[in-house]
Structures are given as structure tokens and as C-alpha cells.
């Protein structure tokens, strides 16, 4: 004899929501996790996907079985199942049960947010600036001026507050590592709350679609230890001195070509745009910079870095190079920067 169609609709069911479940449990769904945030998102997300899968198994389930198991069969063409009516327990049921689940649920995920942006004593303030197509972030000083660099340092175990604005259009500040992510928005300061817990290096994102360089919108987040964080942050604040030069003076001029390589590479981030043989990078949103800067004076490309729309290479538009580099860059990197390229486009 056939087995009732609830019982093995049922059976299927259960084991498909088994199957379900321990695959999405296994797949390792996240990047490292970069801070005390981290855990109580993913469980969360562990939670929601435990929850959800019964749910979609159960309904495919249903559809496929029914669609197989009561399929219209040759001489069937013209007949009409027997009409239904409503059944009262039935619609009190997959009413009720939702709205537990998902009153249930939104609590939970209500408790987790509160809790991942509680305020902590001794935050760390930086503040993180969106402009197209690139981040800056700000650590404020006592004297109202503040340190910028235009990659993230923060310290390990230390709860960090940032304050995050837009100088044009909406972005998004995302550490997937960190998992939280917030919108910045014209005219108003929004916040976001971590405590950085490992240490490495993690892409920052931008995660709002907002132009023609918004794919190229990273920076670089380096969590350091407390000590190291510290004497980054006093060899930010200290007035210029040379690298490589102990003691002061005047670096050489092989020093600043190195120090320009380094920034056009790393912290400057212009290889993330540019095509430029002798550094290895291959951007495609800028000009390639072995052809376009051939031949320029030294003062043409101080000011193709610091005012970029004054003069715009045929076949590119205006307003896609960030125009903030004359205040993240130092001006002993500014210096390196067109030294360096001054050497390679001759
Ligand atoms: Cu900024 Cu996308």
C-alpha cells in the first residue's frame, strides 16, 4: 500500500532541510573575523539560515510533490478537482506560527545590534571622509588639527568610534572583516562602532554605487598593536623627516625616487587607476601614466596630482581622481610622488 502523501511530503522534507542546513553551516561564509563584532553577527547569520532553510525546503517540498504526485493524467483533460473551502485551523496556524517566528527572530537580531553599537568608554575617534572616488580618515589632535592618512590604521583590543561624512555624493564604509558597514551621507555625520580584535591588514569598501570610480573606491584597514599604532600615530604627527636620513637634512634624491615609488604603489593607492610599467601597476580608470605624463615639467605634475581637473587627458573625464591628494599625501610623499614620476616619463 502507498504511503499517505503528508507522510512522505514530510519525510522528503526533513531530509532535504538536513541536507540543507549542515551545507550551509559547512561553507565558510565569511572572511576572517577582525573584531569583536564579528561573533555575534555570524552566529546571527548561522541562526537565520537554521531557521530559513526548514522554511524554503518545506514550501519546495510541497510544490514539487504536489505538482509530480497530483499531475493531470491522460483522460483527465477536461475534469475539475472538487471545490475547497477555507479551513479556519488551518489559516489560524500559518498565520500564528509565522508571527512567532518572525517577532522571534527581530528580537534577537534587535538585541544583536544593540549590542554591537553599545558605547564604550575611551573610543578612539577617527574620522572617516568619502569623496569620489577615495577615503581619507582623520584622527583628531588636541589642537583641532587633525592627522589624515589615506589608509586605516587602528590599534588591536581598543573600541574605535567613527565618524564618517561625504564631501559629494553617498558611499558606503565597509571592513567586511569588521562585518558592520553605514552609509555616508551629505550632510550629516553617522557613526559606526568596532574594537578591532586581530591583527592584519583588511580591505575597506566601498559598498554604495557612486560613479564611474566606485569599483576602485578601497582603501586598506591595518589593525596594529596598541605600541605600534602609537608610534605610527607620533611619526604622523612629527614634523617630516627624511626616510632614511637619520638625523634630518635634506633627503637625496634617490630617497625621495623611492620614497614616490612607494607611495605611487602603497599608501598613495595611484596604482589602483594607473597603468605604469616601471611600478607593475596595470589601472585602467586613469590615464596610463608611461604615455600621458611624457615630457611634463616638474610643476605640471605637482599640479596634475593636487588639482587633477585642471588639466584632464583627451579620452578622460573631469572629477574622477579624487582631488584631495594635496591634504592625505605628506609633502615630502608629494615630493617623492613627482620626483618619481619625473624620473620614469622622461
Ligand atoms: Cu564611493 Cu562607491
Not at 135 to 160: M, T
Not at 177 to 183: E, T
Request: aromatic residues 8%; glycine residues 8%.
Amino acid at each position: 500500500m502507498r504511503r499517505h502523501p503528508i507522510i512522505q511530503m514530510v519525510a522528503i522534507g526533513a531530509v532535504a532541510s538536513a541536507i540543507g542546513i549542515a551545507l550551509a553551516l559547512w561553507i565558510n561564509w565569511f572572511p576572517a573575523d577582525a573584531a569583536k563584532q564579528a561573533k555575534p553577527i555570524d552566529t546571527l547569520y548561522d541562526v537565520l539560515m537554521i531557521v530559513s532553510i526548514p522554511i524554503f525546503v518545506l514550501v519546495m517540498t510541497v510544490i514539487l510533490y504536489s505538482a509530480w504526485t497530483f499531475r493531470m493524467r491522460p483522460g483527465q483533460e477536461l475534469q475539475d478537482g472538487p471545490p475547497i473551502h477555507g479551513n479556519t485551523r488551518l489559516e489560524v496556524f500559518w498565520t500564528a506560527i509565522p508571527a512567532i517566528i518572525l517577532v522571534s527572530l527581530c528580537s534577537y537580531a534587535y538585541g544583536v545590534l544593540t549590542d554591537i553599537e553599545q558605547t564604550h568608554k575611551g573610543e578612539l575617534v577617527v574620522q572617516v571622509h568619502a569623496i569620489q572616488f577615495a577615503w581619507s580618515f582623520g584622527y583628531p589632535r588636541a589642537d583641532g588639527r587633525a592627522v589624515v592618512s589615506n589608509q586605516l590604521y587602528l590599534p588591536q583590543d581598543r573600541p574605535v568610534r567613527f565618524d564618517i561624512d561625504t564631501q559629494d555624493v553617498i558611499h558606503d564604509f565597509w571592513v567586511p572583516a569588521f562585518r558592520v558597514k553605514i552609509d555616508a551621507v551629505p550632510g550629516i555625520v553617522t557613526h559606526l562602532r568596532v574594537t578591532p580584535t586581530r591583527l592584519g591588514a583588511y580591505p575597506v569598501i566601498c559598498n554604495e554605487l557612486c560613479g564611474l570610480g566606485h569599483s576602485v573606491m578601497r582603501s586598506t584597514a591595518h589593525v596594529l598593536t596598541a605600541a605600534a599604532f602609537d608610534s605610527w600615530l607620533a611619526q604622523k604627527r612629527a614634523p617630516a623627516t627624511p626616510a632614511g636620513a637619520a638625523g634630518g637634512g635634506a633627503p637625496s634624491q634617490a630617497q625621495l625616487i623611492a620614497l614616490g615609488r612607494q607611495t605611487f604603489t602603497g599608501d598613495g593607492g595611484c596604482g589602483a587607476c594607473h597603468t605604469l610599467a616601471e611600478a607593475g601597476t596595470t589601472g585602467t580608470t586613469g590615464p596610463d601614466l608611461g604615455r600621458a605624463l611624457r615630457g611634463q615639467s616638474q610643476a605640471d605634475l605637482r599640479t596634475d596630482i593636487v588639482d587633477p581637473n585642471a588639466r584632464i587627458t583627451p579620452g578622460y573625464s573631469a572629477n574622477i581622481m579624487p582631488p584631495n591628494f594635496g591634504q592625505t599625501l605628506s609633502a615630502q610623499q608629494l615630493d617623492g610622488l613627482v620626483a618619481y614620476l619625473a624620473t620614469v616619463s622622461k
